[in-house]
Each structure stands twice: as C-alpha cells, then as structure tokens.
C-alpha cells in the first residue's frame, strides 16, 4: 500500500493533525510542525505603499475566502502577499520572488482558488520534489477545509511513492498536486486527465520554484552550435566545426533514443514543458467559452533567465497546439516583488534577477536574504577527512553533541548526495567515425559487459580500493549516525513517501534528525527547526540560501505578534571552502561565519 506524505490540518499551534483518508498513512509529525507553513503576519519592520491593498487584512483581499482564512487565524497580509493580492486576482500571469518563509504559498494559492471559485474550475500546482509536493497538499487541505466539509476529496497528489489517483478521484478533485513526471501521467493515462484540463474547467496553473522546473538546457547536449559562432579572433576549423555537427548528431540521436522528448529546434523539453503545453492543447476543449488558465510562479531565488524561460515555454506551447498565444494564455508572465519603505536601499539579489516591466519607480526588495537570528558555523577538515562518509558524519555527531538541538535537518549535498556508481562507469558508446557497423556493435557490447561487471563489483562490495566512497544513501547516513548515537530517519520515509518501506519505518514518533538531499530543500517549511547541517558543498550561493532558509522561520505568537525562531546552519567543509562559505555567508545577509571545534 503506497504511503503518502504528512499531511495536517491547520489551525493548531501544537499539535500536528493528519488527513483522515483510507488512502493515506497517519504519522506525526509535531515536533516539526507548529504552524501553517509559509503564512506568517507582516513584520513590523514591513512597510506598505499607498496601494489600497496594502491597507486592507487579508481576509478583505479574498472576501469569498474570508471565513477560511479567519478560520486559520491569518489576519495581516506579508509584503509579497499585500504586492500581489490585487494583480493576482485580475487574472495576471504573475511570477512571484520574495526571501524565503515570506508566505509566497498562500499567496498563489488564495488567488487561484479564487478563481477555481468562481469559474467551479480546477487548479494544477506542479512542484519540483515530492516532499514539497505533499507540503503543499496539506496547505491547500487547510485552506479547503474552512469551504468544505470534505476537503480531503477535493486535493490529490501525484508523487512518487503514492498510488495514482484513479478516475473517480480525480473527478471529484478540485486541485491536483504533484511533480512534473508523475503529473504527466496523470493527466496523459488516468482517464478524465484532459477533462480536468479542458478550457472550461482548468482555472490556474502553479509552478512552485519555477527556476527548478525549467532549468536550462542539459550541459551533455549543449556544444558549440548552441551559440553564434564569435567572429574575429583566431581561424576557423572546419574539421573541428564538421566533428562538433557530428557529435552534436549523435548526441541527439542518442537522446531520442532514450526516449528524451525535443522540439522542432532539436531542444530537450521538460517534463514541466510537457505539461504547459498539455495545458495548451486542450484549451480549446469543453463546452463553454472562458478565460485561459492564469499562471503563478514563485521562487526565492528566480532570474530574469528564469522568466524569460517561462514565457518562452507558454509561447511554444501555443505554438505547438497551432493556437494563437493570446487565445491559449492571457498575457506574458510578470515578476511580482514585495514592497518595502520608499527611503530604504536594496542589495544585489543573489539571482541577479532585474524588475519586470511597468513596474516604474517602485521601490521593491532586491536582496535574498536570511533573518539574522540565523548563525552561520562551520566545522574545519582536512582533504582526505572531507571525503570520507565517516569521518563527516563524526563531525556532524560532535557538532550536534555541542549544540543540543531537539530538531535539525541534514542536508547531503555534491558528492555526498551521488550515487556510489557515477554515470561515468555506465555503458558509453565511444564509437569511432572509421569503424564498419558490426565492429562498432561489437565494441559497444564489449564496453557494456566490463561497465556491468564494474557496477557489480561496486555494488556487491567486492572491489576494496582502499578508500571510502563518498557518495550516500539517506538509509545508509542514517545507519551511520545511528551508530554514532544520533537518532535519524530519512525524510521521505518519515513522509510516508517510502515505495519500499522497511521493518523499522513505522514509528510511533519523529526522530530529532531528518536526512535528505539537496535538492529536497526548496520550499520545505518546518518552523521549529532547531539546526541546519550541511554534508558537502552546495551547488551555488543560491542554493545555500535554500539550505540556511529551512531555519529562522517567521510565525505567530499567541498575541498576533510576528516572531522569528533562531536557528543555526553547520556546514562541513576545508580549510579552503570556508572562504567560499564565507562569500556566501554574506551574499544572503547572514551574520559571522564562526568555526566549530570537534
């Protein structure tokens, strides 16, 4: 029986209520989850314009949710959620950016289901992990359970590790959750998929950390007719430029072999693509004339390239279904920025994103930033230490030993979270231009039984080079600091999102630590969360921002008043990596990078 996510109700500061459903697995999960996630008040310190919505409560911008957002106890509007109330509801194509915890979740779900209201429409959000997914499952539970007596009904996830939904359901829902894979299936193999879609019935499209959903193109297909050949400087080759054609060639054949879906032009299209434009073709479809589906975007850390990507997606999506783009969508997607007071100056963003257009004078937040309740440590090690799963996790034990965290996060990250066996000892073709067909099937045969007998001996443990191999499993990081006296369990089994759960999964409580991966952090929301502890080097100073993100969240005290938890973020690195760190550390408004002694 597939497990699902946990998923709460609402409205308790204390305890943490799971969805009553057959189809879903109870577990608590109170230690992590104190308040509705992403909804927090307004801070003193944030200032509103003139703009009539930024006057008003939050229950007066959505009067026919009202009752259930009074219900849940929200009263003040945050910053990104008084900027784009107004806009949101006209129907715009909105592409909020706004720091982390600032409420971005409540503010593209109250708009769309607005106007799933008012049109009896449906709503699609699509997030990048399963994990955020169900986070945004019990959200818009919470939030559907001040309309309706059966809100569980009315939302399904399609994720990994869960059943999908079948038919029936998916008649009866109203909003559809899930990661892009996953989604596409849905919608292209449940029967009633086009129909949950159809131009009379599909009221708005989400895209919950937009930049991640539409990466650029894959670095393996790119080569150097990607761009304009430079002019000047020195000769062309053109041998050089004939092999760059053929191994472009090849390389997209290869794709296509694998069944990677490309456009007119040659370019990978995502999985996220596949379902805008899903979204587009069956515009025309239903009964009744209405709007096209509005679509709200939202991330921290979205760039111009980001924007530009989204709107180049919604145009060739148009383009595919032969539609006119103004019929399918209702205008390009713009960027929606929180306020802030008109004397106040902005830092560099860390996305080196830029305003959209029309916005004029306004002043708006530039900076991605962290509360400065949030301390930044880390712990030194040598070379050779830093690449051994042991010798960090020693260190993570030792650093958890010094500060006494009740709750915390382990982040594995670059090499730390790769698979033990890389792409690299696959089986690869490396076929030469000169060779006859039959010689060349030989040679790849020979190439794939040597990268199998590799992997087995990888796998099975056979071959012992001597030294450890950094990459981890959640399970085999938390056997590990189990036996370090830390009390672990990775973070999709304690989602219930386990395809093959394990004796030992079922627990009655929720261990202190929760492993996962990098990538698994974006929009993750737990607002008591004690520590943040970085295993490995991230990929960027942006998604550090996520990482240290996941404490010094915003929420409300028993008086209304907004409070900020603080919080710690512990990487492990060298000696070398700390003036990265360093760099970062300051790019996202954090305090002193302090080193930890172990």
């Known amino acids: 029986v597939a497990l699902v996510a946990l998923l709460a109700l609402a409205g308790s500061t204390s305890a943490f209520t799971p969805i009553s459903s057959s189809r879903y697995s109870a577990q608590s999960v109170a230690r992590f989850v104190a308040s509705p996630p992403e909804v927090a008040a307004t801070s003193s310190s944030a200032a509103h314009n003139d703009d009539d919505s930024s006057t008003l409560a939050l229950p007066e911008l959505f009067p026919s949710l009202s009752s259930a957002i009074t219900s849940l106890g929200f009263s003040t509007p945050t910053p990104i959620q008084a900027s784009s109330a107004g806009r949101g509801l006209s129907g715009e194509n909105l592409l909020l950016i706004a720091p982390t915890g600032s409420g971005k979740t409540l503010a593209y779900l109250l708009p769309a289901v607005t106007k799933a209201m008012d049109e009896d429409g449906t709503v699609l959000v699509v997030a990048p992990t399963r ?25 399904r996830l399609a994720v990994k590790g869960v059943e999908m939904p079948n038919s ?4 009866e829902a109203t909003i559809l959750i899930g990661t892009p ?49 430079k002019q000047g400087g020195r000769a062309r080759n053109v041998a050089q430029d004939e092999r760059k054609k053929k191994e472009q060639k090849r390389k997209l054949l290869s794709a296509k072999r694998r069944g990677v879906k490309m456009d007119d032009g040659n370019r990978i299209i995502s ?31 979205a760039s111009r390239k980001a924007l530009d990507r989204l709107n180049k997606a919604l145009r060739s999506s148009a383009k595919g279904a032969s539609i006119p783009f103004d019929l399918t969508w209702s205008g390009d997607v713009k960027m929606c920025r929180p306020d802030v007071v008109g004397g106040m100056t902005s830092t560099d963003s860390v996305s080196a994103s830029t305003s959209g257009a029309g916005e004029g004078d306004q002043h708006t937040i530039r900076a991605v930033t962290v509360p ?16 051994s799963p042991t010798r960090v996790l020693s260190a993570v034990a030792g650093a958890a030993e010094q500060l006494k965290p009740e709750t915390a996060l382990i982040f594995l990250c670059g090499e730390f979270g790769k698979p033990n066996v890389k ?34 001996q990888h796998k099975g443990g056979k071959k012992n080079t001597g030294t450890e191999e950094p990459g981890l499993s959640a399970r085999r990081a938390c056997k590990m600091l189990s036996e370090l006296g830390v009390d672990a369990q990775p973070l999709h089994v304690a989602l219930g999102l386990e395809l093959n759960a394990k004796e030992g999964d079922e627990r009655a ?20 969360v004690d520590a943040v502890f970085v295993v490995g080097r991230p990929s960027s100073a942006a998604s550090y921002l996520h990482l240290a993100g996941r404490v010094g969240r915003s929420s409300a005290d028993a008086d209304g008043n907004v409070v900020v938890r603080p919080g710690t973020v512990v990487s492990v690195c060298t000696k070398g990596s700390a003036g990265e760190l360093e760099k970062w550390t300051k790019q996202i408004g954090g305090t002193e990078l302090k080193k930890i002694g172990v």
């Open 181 to 229: 894979p996953e989604l596409y299936d849905t919608l292209t193999l449940v029967e009633g998929g086009n129909a949950f879609l159809a131009g009379d019935t599909l009221s708005a499209i989400v895209l919950d950390e937009v930049d991640v959903l539409l990466p650029p193109a894959p670095k393996h297909l790119r080569t150097a007719l990607d761009s304009a050949n």
């Open 509 to 528: 409580d929720t261990p202190p630590f929760l492993v996962t991966f990098e990538g698994s952090a974006r929009g993750l929301h737990f607002d008591a």
């Open 271 to 301: 999985d996220t693509e596949k379902i805008i434009g899903l979204v587009a073709s069956s515009r025309m479809m239903g009964e009744e004339e209405t709007s096209p589906a509005q679509v709200l975007a939202g991330s921290a850390t």
């Open 131 to 155: 994990e955020l997914a169900a986070q945004l499952m019990r959200d818009a539970v919470s939030l559907l359970s001040g309309i309706t007596d059966d809100p569980e009904s009315c939302v």
């Open 372 to 387: 400065t309740e949030v301390e930044h440590r880390y712990i030194e090690l040598s070379k050779e230490e830093a690449s």
């Open 423 to 456: 792409d690299k000892a696959r089986p690869t073709a490396d076929i030469r231009g000169a060779t006859s067909k039959s010689r060349r099937n030989a040679m790849r045969k020979q190439r794939e039984n040597a990268s199998k007998a590799l992997y087995k």
């Open 168 to 171: 029936s359901e998916l008649g």
